[in-house]
């Protein structure tokens, strides 16, 4: 059973030197779905990105992706919120 965890790690670790050298993307070791994130001050950090429609200090609806733009969030969150507010009855 040892034998078969570290061929198992070897594997992952293969994987992972690959991923970065083809895409030349930076990855979070201990989060890979985790992306570099672009802060207000300018300094970049891993992060995600959260969104949320409130209103009268009601969540309606949230999201938490890896991208670091909100560019393309509205209309999913558009959406979310119209599916939000048809299961309690309301449109």
């Known amino acids: ?5 570290f061929e198992n790690a070897i594997e992952k670790i293969d994987n992972f030197f690959k991923k970065v050298e083809d895409e ?12 570099v994130q672009k802060g207000e001050n300018g300094k970049y950090f891993d992060g995600y990105n959260a969104q949320a429609v409130v209103t009268d200090k009601v969540i309606i609806a949230n999201d938490l992706t890896n991208h670091q733009s909100d560019r393309n969030e509205l209309k999913v969150m558009i959406e979310k919120a119209d599916k939000s507010l048809e299961e309690i009855g309301l449109k």
């Open 24 to 35: 030349g993307e930076k990855i979070n070791l201990t989060d890979p779905d985790c992306k």
């Open 1 to 5: 059973m040892e034998k078969k965890y």
